[in-house]
């Protein structure tokens, strides 16, 4: 049965073709090398470490035995499962399908049926290669379906390109600039929202071709016009989505499991203006679910049975403080029996607040410390001290919750010395795990308004500033991953923060996944350290049994 709309969760590109993609910039760009620190090289393929470790369990199984891979996308999209819900909820009917790499043969039997369109979200792409891909396979499979495109990667090129193209508020639409349509051309989609939200947007768009009209009249759009190709952009009026009203019913929305391990959210938008961040300037204000809501949602999610771990994405969940504490007394009290995970925010806590979360099953949190220098907090507008960050840190392990730190290096003002602290804080309070990451210098960010005042050059990976340029940023963050031994690296490729909940809902305990990640990370330091070839070779292939052995135990 045809669908109004069939809603693209996530295209990861094969790592391969990634890894190619970004050698051709050279081998000691600060993308490739970004991105080196996620894969090691076993028998000279590079592999990421979610390959790895099946590669490793291959190994370990009884001869013969069937062993179902470890996938980092298979936690249900909430991206796309939150679009799907919304579009059922206003009269038209809606499916998704979850991962594009893996549902190829669904996704090409549900484009056979002739839907009315398709939406593809890019929560998590920096360029348009993954969407593309996703495009050129829909229209091989059906010429004539429309292609809506939104989600930060659009709203990126709009910001970067098309600023002078934006229509005032009641005006027709008008053409765009020759660079956004530069970069939305390349994509080859129909249509693309531009809103922070963009969920009533589609539905007006899916209410329009349902018509058979234009989409002209529908604000936060650009639409190649039908005929001539021509790229116009329509009004901007944002949405104020009701996130209660529009809260995922899960026991309605998929016949298929759920899986072991689901994402949700409680929260849109972020309290706070972090210099290196446009998530709040794109969402808007932050926007609460009442607590009925989130009960709501929790109990649906209980009654389809199976769910082990539930993440929170919301980007200050315990934000405010006294909604936090009512959140976790509200799981103390109904039992789940879910653990959960989320974003957490060390100057937004007590010790009453550290007690309910352990108490409500709290099992790991994703901080982002971005610093231990305070000169580098105070400029990126961190409302937090390295002194809360520190106590917080306590306070989590005292508890036995997980605790994974991201930092960000080379941000404007940096030098050695604010380097020198920021390995310091991780040596000194040993999180769980941690990554450092280079500083992507990303337009739209409230940063981009200090460029003269840092002397900022350049952007994305490639920039320099008074105190730092990125070679040298690059060359710290490999000098760190080398040095600290106190705390274990976290690559970011496929193997995020919330690989931890995935894969311990999957059968793998807490302390086979550090033992696996030491022995992977000692791997990975034979790659970034200055090794004789020949020596690494063999010591790569020495690491590589140790790393086979230690599953075996475990």
Not at 449 to 458: A, F, P
Request: with cysteine; charged share 25%; net charge negative.
């Amino acid at each position: 049965m045809s669908v109004d709309c069939i809603v693209i969760g996530y295209n990861e590109t094969p790592f391969d073709t990634y890894e190619g993609l970004l050698r051709t910039c050279g081998t000691q760009s600060e993308a490739y090398r970004d991105l080196r620190l996620s894969f090691v090289d076993v028998d000279g393929q590079p592999t990421p470490y979610i390959d790895l470790l099946n590669l490793v369990r291959s190994r370990v199984a009884a001869p013969g035995a069937s062993v179902p891979p470890f996938h980092s996308g298979a936690i249900p999209n909430l991206a796309a499962a939150y679009l799907t819900n919304f579009l059922r909820q206003h009269g038209f009917t809606a499916d998704y399908v979850n991962l594009f790499q893996r549902e190829k043969s669904r996704l090409a039997d549900l484009l056979a049926q002739q839907p009315r369109c398709v939406a593809i979200t890019t929560t998590f792409y920096v360029i348009n290669l993954p969407v593309s891909e996703m495009v050129q396979f829909i229209r091989a499979c059906n010429s004539t379906v429309p292609i809506v495109v939104g989600g930060p990667l659009i709203a990126n090129h709009a910001r970067r390109f098309g600023a002078a193209s934006v229509p005032s508020p009641g005006a027709a639409p008008q053409r765009i600039d020759a660079e956004l349509e530069t970069a939305l051309a390349d994509l080859d989609a129909d249509i693309y929202v531009i809103e922070g939200q963009g969920e009533l947007t589609l539905a007006r768009v899916l209410d329009r071709l349902q018509r058979g009209a234009s989409p002209a009249d529908v604000p936060n759009l650009v639409y190649r016009e039908a005929g001539t190709g021509v790229y116009w952009r329509t009004r901007t009026e944002p949405e104020q989505n009701d996130l209660d009203a529009a809260r995922i019913d899960w026991r309605r929305l998929s016949t298929d499991p759920l899986g072991r391990t689901i994402q949700m959210r409680t929260a849109r938008s972020c309290a706070f203006s972090c210099a290196f961040c446009n998530y709040p300037e794109r969402a808007g204000r932050l926007t609460l679910s009442h607590l009925d809501s989130v009960r709501a949602e929790l109990d649906s999610i209980r009654e389809r049975g199976g769910v082990m771990n539930v993440v929170f994405i919301d980007d200050t969940f315990n934000v405010p403080l006294a909604r936090f504490k009512d959140l976790c007394r509200m799981m103390i009290a109904e039992r789940y029996g879910f653990e959960w995970y989320s974003y957490f925010r060390c100057s937004n806590a007590d010790t009453e607040a550290f007690d309910l979360m352990a108490e409500s099953q709290c099992k790991g949190v994703f901080l982002g410390i971005e610093s231990g220098s305070p000169t580098i907090l105070k400029n990126m507008s961190k409302a937090a001290t390295v002194e809360k960050y520190e106590e917080g840190i306590r306070q989590l392990k005292a508890r036995g919750i997980l605790t994974f730190g991201s930092f960000i290096l080379g941000f404007p003002g940096e030098t050695d010395e604010t380097v020198r602290e920021t390995r310091d804080f991780i040596v000194r309070t040993r999180p769980d795990f941690y990554r450092v990451q280079l500083w992507y210098c990303e337009a739209g960010t409230p940063i981009e308004r200090q460029r003269d005042k840092y002397r900022i050059v350049g952007d994305g990976f490639v920039w320099e500033h008074a105190t730092m340029d990125s070679l040298t940023a690059m060359d710290r963050v490999e000098e760190i991953f080398l040095g600290v031994r106190e705390s274990e690296w976290l690559p970011q490729w496929s193997f995020d923060f919330w690989i931890i909940p995935y894969l311990r809902g999957e059968g793998l305990t807490r302390e086979g996944f550090t033992q696996f990640m030491r022995r992977a990370n000692r791997l990975l330091a034979l790659q970034i350290a200055s090794v004789n070839p020949r020596e690494r070779e063999v010591l790569q292939a020495q690491g590589f049994e140790e790393l086979v052995q230690c599953s075996r135990q475990n």
